[in-house]
């Protein structure tokens, strides 16, 4: 059947033709539809590529990814935790998710051409906080001039930092050891910081 018009691909450009169902009819033969598409991947498979996305460990319930494709204005579908695909644009923020494990997905699409291997990117997401506890250290009183103060946290992944008196936050661990100190009243903090960098302090004077 002829198709009329100019089908001559133009430089990295393809033609595809799509002809709807012939009928059998009596009389002048019932004409073919012919649809030409440009396509611009050369009838291949679109590519997907994840240019920007959370860190492994995040601290907020809705973390944006931006994703590029190998077709120029193409569409894509995105999809957490294996859920149904969506149309989605670039930059993408997900739905407000639940502490724990995911995984975001994204496709690039080209009409009926669909990336067979999205782009993926795992992340965990604690929006909690850990809790410091100072569990034992001077009385309220003391002629102890280094008192020792000792501390636990309910993370097991956080870094325990200490400070004196108002002073910058330092590293300490589990126990620490004042300076010696002149009479006074001292004041004591310590707070638990987790790899999201968030953290909650217990402090007061000691």
Same mark, same amino acid.
């Given at each position: 059947?002829?198709?009329?018009?100019?089908?001559?691909?133009?430089?990295?450009?393809? +033609?595809?033709?799509?002809?709807?169902?012939?009928?059998?009819?009596?009389?002048?033969? /019932?004409?073919?539809?012919?649809?030409?598409?440009?396509?611009?991947?050369?009838?291949?498979?679109?590519? $997907?590529?994840? #240019?920007?996305? &959370? =860190?492994?460990?995040?601290?907020?319930? #809705?973390? !944006?990814? #931006?994703?590029?494709?190998?077709?120029?204005?193409?569409?894509?579908?995105? @999809?957490? %935790?294996?859920?149904?695909?969506?149309?989605? !644009?670039?930059?993408?923020?997900?739905?407000?998710?639940?502490?724990?494990?995911?995984?975001?997905?994204?496709?690039?699409?080209?009409?009926?051409?669909?990336?067979? !291997?999205?782009?993926?990117?795992? +992340?965990?997401?604690?929006?909690?906080?850990?809790? #410091?506890?100072? !569990?034992?250290?001077?009385?309220?009183? $003391?002629? %102890?001039?280094?008192?020792?103060?000792?501390?636990?946290?309910?993370?097991?992944? =956080?870094?325990?930092?200490?400070?004196?008196?108002?002073?910058?936050?330092?590293?300490?661990? &589990?126990?620490?050891?004042? &300076?010696?100190?002149?009479?006074?009243?001292?004041?004591? =903090?310590? @707070?638990?910081? %987790?790899? /999201?960098?968030? @953290? /909650?302090?217990?402090?007061?004077? @000691?």
């Amino acid at each position: 059947m002829p198709v009329h018009g100019d089908t001559q691909p133009e430089p990295d450009e393809t +033609f595809s033709l799509g002809f709807g169902d012939l009928e059998h009819v009596t009389g002048p033969a /019932r004409a073919a539809i012919a649809t030409i598409r440009n396509d611009d991947v050369g009838g291949k498979t679109p590519q $997907t590529g994840i #240019t920007g996305d &959370p =860190a492994a460990l995040v601290n907020t319930p #809705t973390p !944006t990814f #931006t994703f590029i494709g190998s077709v120029p204005r193409g569409l894509f579908e995105c @999809r957490v %935790d294996g859920g149904a695909w969506v149309r989605c !644009t670039t930059p993408h923020r997900v739905r407000a998710l639940v502490d724990g494990a995911h995984r975001f997905e994204v496709r690039a699409l080209d009409g009926d051409l669909v990336d067979p !291997t999205p782009a993926s990117h795992g +992340f965990t997401i604690d929006t909690v906080a850990p809790t #410091t506890t100072i !569990t034992s250290g001077p009385r309220r009183v $003391t002629n %102890d001039p280094a008192p020792v103060f000792t501390m636990s946290t309910d993370d097991r992944t =956080a870094r325990i930092e200490c400070r004196l008196d108002g002073a910058p936050w330092t590293v300490c661990g &589990p126990r620490w050891q004042s &300076p010696k100190l002149p009479d006074g009243t001292h004041e004591f =903090a310590a @707070r638990a910081v %987790d790899p /999201r960098r968030q @953290r /909650r302090s217990d402090s007061g004077p @000691r």
